[in-house]
């Protein structure tokens, strides 16, 4: 009941403010005087949850913070009672910009996917061969088989696949 009152209460006064809101997918969670905390899903990331408390902890209007990669929450505790509207939206436009800096740095969650996936692939090849094997020697194998059966129908492609095979096994990767 809280929230409705002061969405409505925000609506009446600010209404540009809540569009924003509503762009941005930022929620007003709890408000009071001197207090509010906001949540997006944007912002789930411990990354970005350390990126809002160190952005927010340099802002004189601000008190203290508190942000939560898990939740995507950030509380905020204000130096004074009350917040101007153009305050308040300045506050959210902070929270968001800082965040959007920090997807740059942050990398995808299907990327995550892809390498655990890769990962257990190449673990499962190597159970099976006995350590004889892994992905990357199976994939420079097939290169290798399709540039040189490939090059009678398409030589400059299967040039390409012979290089890369090339590439593949001539790389230092750091590993002993």
Not at 17 to 33: E, F, G, R
Not at 82 to 91: G, S, V
Request: hydrophobic content about 40%; some cysteine.
């Amino acid at each position: 009941m809280m929230q409705t009152l002061i969405g409505l209460g925000a609506s009446l006064i600010a209404p540009s403010l809540m569009k924003k809101l509503k762009d941005q997918k930022v929620q007003v969670v709890h408000a009071m005087p001197g207090r509010v905390r906001l949540q997006s899903h944007h912002w789930k990331n411990e990354q970005i949850a350390s990126a809002l408390e160190s952005k927010f902890s340099t802002i004189p209007l601000v008190k203290n913070v508190s942000a939560s990669g898990i939740t995507g929450s950030l509380l905020l505790e204000f130096t004074s009672d009350h917040l101007t509207p153009e305050q308040f939206d300045e506050i959210v436009q902070l929270a968001v910009t800082t965040s959007t800096e920090c997807y740059h740095y942050i990398d995808s969650k299907m990327k995550d996917s892809m390498k655990k996936g890769v990962h257990s692939v190449d673990t499962m090849i190597k159970k099976q061969t006995g350590g004889n094997a892994d992905i990357e020697s199976l994939l420079v194998l097939g290169l290798l088989y399709k540039g040189a059966t490939g090059f009678a129908t398409n030589p400059a492609f299967a040039s390409s696949l012979l290089y890369w095979a090339y590439t593949l096994l001539t790389k230092e990767d750091g590993r002993s």
